[in-house]
């Protein structure tokens, strides 16, 4: 689903962030980016979603080459990519169902006037994924009376709401408790499993990771220095 091929980055300032990175994430896999602070994660998921361009490399998704499409194509293979934020990034004066609607507009402007008039098809959908996240009955809630994991849950409908290929995943759980941290992981391996979603979580729990994910890619300065399952990992990456 999600091949990277060669791909470096360095940035302006000299530094060289990712360096000659090589990975494969079939449809259906839930793959943990480990690594310590400057590893060069966030430099990988940005080279995914095209928010910066690689140095050198290809990244191909879904048949589409992300290194080489522009403007509408961009666009559209964008949306073959459903983001899952740390701090959830909803709108919080809008409803839950709203939030999730507005999943179907990433990356298009003028979502607002879509929340206006949005087709019965989308909004049956909205609400099947509420009802998979738990979050049927709070639909009419507005974001800001929601605990942090019952907005992740609306993060993860949202995202879904795309029906995208890839899901990015930021740091899902950093704001959570321990009990919370293990059901949203939970949730969004059994999610990408069922709908054969190719999955790529950056996560600085790797007790946490460990559990829940098919497999562990290791990054240190730039360079990928373990890929293998949860269970080969030692203490020591
Ligand atoms: P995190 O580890 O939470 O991802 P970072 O400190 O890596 O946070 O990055 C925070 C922001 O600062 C990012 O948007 C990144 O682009 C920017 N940033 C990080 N390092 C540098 C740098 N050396 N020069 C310029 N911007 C940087
Ligand atoms: P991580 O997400 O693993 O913390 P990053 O991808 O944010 O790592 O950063 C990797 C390296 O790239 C770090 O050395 C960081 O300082 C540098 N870096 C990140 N963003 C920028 C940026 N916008 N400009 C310059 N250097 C950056």
Same mark, same amino acid.
């Given at each position: 689903?999600?091949?990277?091929?060669?791909?470096? =980055?360095?940035?302006?300032?000299?530094?060289?962030?990712? %360096?000659?990175?090589?990975?494969?994430?079939?449809?259906?896999?839930?793959?943990?980016?480990?690594?310590?602070?400057?590893?060069? =994660?966030?430099?990988?998921?940005?080279?995914?979603?095209?928010?910066?361009?690689?140095?050198?490399?290809?990244?191909?998704?879904?048949?589409?080459?992300?290194?080489?499409?522009?403007?509408?194509?961009?666009?559209?293979?964008?949306? =073959?990519?459903?983001?899952?934020?740390? %701090?959830?990034?909803?709108?919080?004066?809008?409803?839950?169902?709203? %939030?999730?609607?507005?999943?179907?507009?990433?990356?298009?402007?003028?979502?607002?006037?879509?929340?206006?008039?949005?087709?019965?098809?989308?909004?049956?959908?909205?609400?099947?994924?509420?009802?998979?996240?738990?979050?049927?009955?709070?639909?009419? @809630?507005?974001?800001?009376?929601?605990?942090?994991?019952? @907005?992740?849950?609306?993060?993860?409908?949202? !995202?879904?709401?795309?029906?995208? =290929?890839?899901?990015?995943?930021?740091?899902?759980? !950093?704001?959570?408790?321990?009990?919370?941290?293990?059901?949203?992981?939970?949730?969004?391996?059994?999610?990408?499993?069922?709908?054969?979603?190719?999955?790529?979580?950056?996560?600085?729990?790797?007790?946490?990771?460990?559990?829940?994910?098919?497999?562990?890619?290791?990054?240190?300065?730039?360079?990928?220095?373990?890929?293998?399952?949860?269970?080969?990992?030692?203490?020591?990456?």
């Amino acid at each position: 689903m999600l091949t990277m091929t060669g791909v470096s =980055k360095r940035y302006d300032t000299g530094d060289l962030a990712l %360096n000659d990175i090589t990975l494969t994430v079939p449809a259906g896999q839930v793959m943990a980016l480990i690594g310590p602070s400057g590893a060069g =994660k966030s430099t990988l998921i940005r080279c995914v979603n095209r928010l910066i361009e690689p140095s050198a490399g290809k990244v191909v998704l879904d048949g589409d080459d992300i290194t080489r499409v522009r403007g509408s194509a961009l666009r559209l293979s964008r949306r =073959k990519i459903g983001m899952i934020f740390q %701090n959830y990034a909803l709108v919080e004066r809008l409803s839950v169902m709203e %939030n999730v609607l507005s999943g179907r507009l990433a990356y298009v402007g003028f979502w607002r006037s879509y929340l206006r008039r949005y087709p019965r098809a989308d909004i049956q959908q909205a609400f099947h994924l509420l009802e998979r996240v738990g979050l049927e009955s709070m639909f009419d @809630k507005r974001g800001d009376e929601l605990s942090g994991g019952q @907005k992740q849950r609306v993060g993860i409908a949202r !995202a879904l709401m795309q029906n995208p =290929k890839l899901l990015l995943v930021d740091e899902p759980t !950093a704001s959570l408790d321990p009990k919370t941290s293990r059901q949203i992981m939970r949730l969004i391996c059994e999610l990408c499993r069922e709908q054969k979603l190719a999955a790529i979580i950056n996560i600085h729990d790797v007790a946490l990771a460990q559990q829940f994910v098919d497999r562990v890619v290791g990054l240190r300065a730039g360079s990928m220095v373990f890929d293998g399952h949860p269970s080969e990992l030692s203490p020591a990456v």
